[in-house]
Structures are given as C-alpha cells and as structure tokens.
C-alpha cells in the first residue's frame, strides 16, 4: 500500500528542526564575514604583495579551490587532532568554511581590484593618501561594486554548503532531516520541509546582502 504525504509527524519533531536552523544560520552569520575578510586580504595580497607571499598566497587559494569542499572539513576535523589540535564540529565546520570562502572570494576580489583604473590610485597618491587609505578608500569599494553579484552567489553556495557538515555530527539542518527521518520513517517529507528551507533561507540571504551591500560596504 502506497504511503500518503504527511508532513505532521516531521513538523512534530520542531525542536529538531529548529536546532538544526539556528546552527545553519549560525555558520552562516559567523563563517560569511570571516570568509569574506579573508578573501580581501588574500586579494589584496595576490596583487599587491611580495612575491613570496603571493606565491604562497596563490597556493592556499589552489589548494581549497580544487579540493572538495568535505575533504577539506575531514582533514580539519579528523586530521588536526592527530597534530594535538581537537576541535569541536562546529569550530571545525566555522574554520572549514571560512578557509573555504576565503579561498573563492579571494579570486572574486582581486577581480575586482585588478580592474581599478590606474589613475584613481595616482589620484589618491597625489592627495597624500597612505597605501591602508587608498585601498580602504579607493580601491576596495568600487571592486566590491564590481563584484557583489558574484561574491553573493559564492556566500550562496557556502551557505547550502554547510549541509556536508552532518557528516561530522554537527546538528545542523541535514543532521536534523537524517534524525528525523529515522525517527517517524517519513523519508520524503523531511527532506522536502529542508529542502524548502535552505531554498528559503538562499531567497532571504541574497536579498539581505543585495541590500546590505550598497548600504554599507560601497555605497550606491
């Protein structure tokens, strides 16, 4: 006998569900900025610095941009510990994020930077401006502008990016599906409640940072 669509036994289970939401945004809120930050600093880095420290630089944005996304989370969760360095799965999940995040938004910005018209800077220059004023001022503005569609679709992925984190045991959303699921055998239903709600929380994280970027970050 077929089994009919009931989501009443999966929404019962709301304490679960709602853990497992408050972890995912909490990755998100925590995970964005830090990633964000490092992939300025990285593409700042990749233009402007020494050739040691671009070299290196360009090895790391390699390294995590051609390697999947869970071997990076399994060598940080289960390969540091055998360094001396045990981290819970959610510092793991927040490290493994931001590294990754850094590592895309790093090629995302320096396209940005690389666009900046030579004369703006000398520009700059000319009104005495320090090398911190000119890029704060200057040159990472309107590189932001340049590049926040991309960089909010890259936030995007990494943000639906951290289901893989259950499979360290962090109680995030998928974590709360599988536990679900197992618990009321209502499979399909579960994964169509997540489902909708990471599509939820993509729809509302793009417009928040569609907004929150020209208001804050670069100005219209």
Not at 154 to 180: D, K, P
Request: with cysteine.
């Amino acid at each position: 006998m077929p089994m009919t669509f009931d989501l009443m036994p999966v929404l019962a289970q709301w304490p679960i569900l709602l853990k497992g939401l408050l972890l995912t945004l909490l990755l998100t809120a925590v995970g964005t900025p830090l990633g964000v930050l490092l992939g300025i600093a990285c593409g700042w880095l990749r233009v402007h610095g020494l050739g040691p420290v671009r070299l290196a630089v360009g090895a790391f944005v390699e390294l995590m941009r051609n390697t999947p996304f869970i071997i990076q989370l399994f060598f940080i969760f289960f390969g540091l510990p055998a360094m001396g360095f045990r981290l819970s799965p959610l510092q793991a999940s927040l490290i493994a994020m931001t590294l990754n995040l850094g590592a895309y938004s790093a090629e995302i910005v320096r396209a940005g930077m690389q666009a900046t018209p030579k004369g703006l800077v000398e520009a700059a220059q000319s009104l005495a401006m320090n090398r911190w004023q000119v890029f704060r001022h200057v040159v990472l503005p309107p590189s932001l502008k340049r590049v926040w569609p991309a960089l909010v679709s890259q936030i995007i992925l990494v943000m639906l990016g951290t289901s893989v984190c259950s499979q360290i045991s962090l109680e995030e959303m998928t974590y709360s599906a599988n536990l679900i699921s197992s618990r009321t055998f209502r499979n399909f239903e579960a994964y169509v409640l997540v489902a909708a709600a990471y599509l939820a929380l993509a729809i509302v994280l793009r417009r928040l940072l569609n907004w929150a970027g020209p208001r804050w970050l670069f100005g219209r």
